[in-house]
């Protein structure tokens, strides 16, 4: 099949109406990406600015070879915990190592048509992954919201209650109030106007409340350097090639929640401009993004259903909208830099717990609860593993159920054979 991106189809018909439309939303999701991508980067354990220099160019990549109109990809809150973990065990090369891998298997698993079998993963399984993972990120998040330690953590979920039942006394009141302050602020700007930008009027306000009122509260400064000259391409360090084989295992994880995060965004695309897309095509694009943002920080990145919908809800007309953002959001970081080491780490947190319960299908929870036993048992299953074990093997075992389920509710495949005639 000939691939042409929906970029250079759109140029047939592209006009000043459609660039306007595209800058706009292009300039407000970007202000929105911003924040939120020095927020995954900082509590992946990263450098703030690779999280601003993953989301551009992962948003480039995506808009210029892309199969959809305005599906964006960026860094995902969905990858904090497995992405923590990593760093914390073994360093920011062995994360870039796992991103590399990710993407040379999501190519991989595109050469040989795996995107439609991936797509048909039962609903229930979906959403244990996303309900396990938010669960842990959540945990991961709660020590630095009360400011009682910016240490990432291997293992988040004891950590953190043990944290909390032994050092009570070490929760600082000036960390809550701004987190409780931070939170009152995005959901005032959410209601106000779509168009505000809430989290970034969160980190600059609580930056200038360090800054010039002293405000007595953990900080990105006590964790990076944040002047420009830190900054590398890629961490610093050569690839260590005896990782490869410690990584795998995290590249396939990595791998098929991108690919699921990615066609729950093109879907949400799909539905709304009417267009069909390529699910092997799109696992090819997504596995070139994760390959150039290997060397652009090592954060993974997919399509993200909430910023294709603000997308859309903003008026974008064609990619080109995703490929202004990537550049609204590089004149951003020239603009912020100066302030990125006054960022509360409280506030951080925020950001992440703002966009893990806007990731988390709260809505399907009722259905599944009343879903059939196998379906409830899938999701309570997957959930379970996702939390209590290493995310590979989660991964792993939940698409063994998905399989399970598949048969099951497959006509004649329990059978053995095509069914009655």
Not at 190 to 195: L, Q, V
């Amino acid at each position: 099949m000939t691939w042409l991106p929906k970029s250079v189809v759109c140029l047939s018909y592209y006009d000043r109406f459609r660039f306007r439309s595209d800058a706009f939303a292009a300039l407000v999701l970007a202000l929105q990406i911003f924040p939120l991508a020095i927020a995954i980067a900082v509590a992946t354990g990263l450098h703030p600015l690779y999280g601003i220099s993953c989301a551009a160019i992962a948003g480039l990549l995506a808009s210029v070879f892309g199969d959809s109109k305005i599906r964006i990809t960026a860094p995902n809150v969905v990858f904090v915990a497995v992405a923590s973990s990593i760093v914390a065990r073994e360093g920011f090369i062995a994360l870039s190592l796992s991103t590399l891998s990710a993407g040379v298997l999501l190519v991989f698993f595109g050469a040989i048509g795996l995107g439609e079998g991936i797509r048909m993963l039962p609903r229930p399984v979906v959403v244990g992954f996303s309900t396990g993972i938010a669960v842990l990120v959540v945990s991961q998040q709660v020590p630095a919201l009360l400011g009682i330690g910016s240490q990432i953590v291997t293992d988040p979920v004891p950590r953190t209650a043990l944290t909390l039942i032994r050092y009570p006394v070490q929760i600082e009141p000036h960390a809550v109030i701004l987190a409780f302050a931070t939170l009152i602020l995005i959901m005032a700007c959410r209601i106000a106007s779509r168009y505000i930008p809430a989290s970034l009027l969160a980190i600059t306000t609580g930056a200038l409340l360090v800054k010039f009122g002293h405000f007595p509260v953990r900080t990105i400064g006590s964790l990076f350097r944040s002047d420009l000259r830190s900054f590398h391409l890629y961490p610093a360090g050569a690839f260590r090639l005896d990782l490869l084989g410690s990584i795998l295992a995290q590249g396939f994880a990595i791998a098929t929640l991108v690919a699921i995060e990615s066609f729950q965004a093109v879907d949400l695309a799909a539905n709304v401009t009417g267009e069909r897309f390529n699910s092997n095509g799109e696992l090819f694009v997504q596995g070139g993004v994760n390959v150039a943002s290997a060397f652009a920080g090592g954060l993974p990145a997919s399509g993200v259903s909430s910023h294709t919908f603000n997308n859309a809800r903003l008026g974008a007309q064609t990619p080109i909208a995703g490929i202004l953002q990537a550049v609204f959001l590089v004149v951003s970081l020239l603009l912020m830099a100066p302030l990125f080491r006054f960022i509360p780490l409280s506030v951080i947190s925020v950001l992440i717990l703002s966009s893990v319960f806007s990731m988390t299908n709260w809505q399907e929870f009722p259905h599944l609860i009343k879903a059939p036993i196998l379906g409830a048992a899938a999701w309570v299953a997957t959930s379970l593993l996702t939390i209590v074990t290493d995310l590979p093997i989660a991964i792993a075992v939940g698409m063994l159920i998905g399989m399970f389920i598949y048969i099951r509710k497959t006509p004649g495949m329990t059978r053995g054979g095509g069914g009655r005639p």
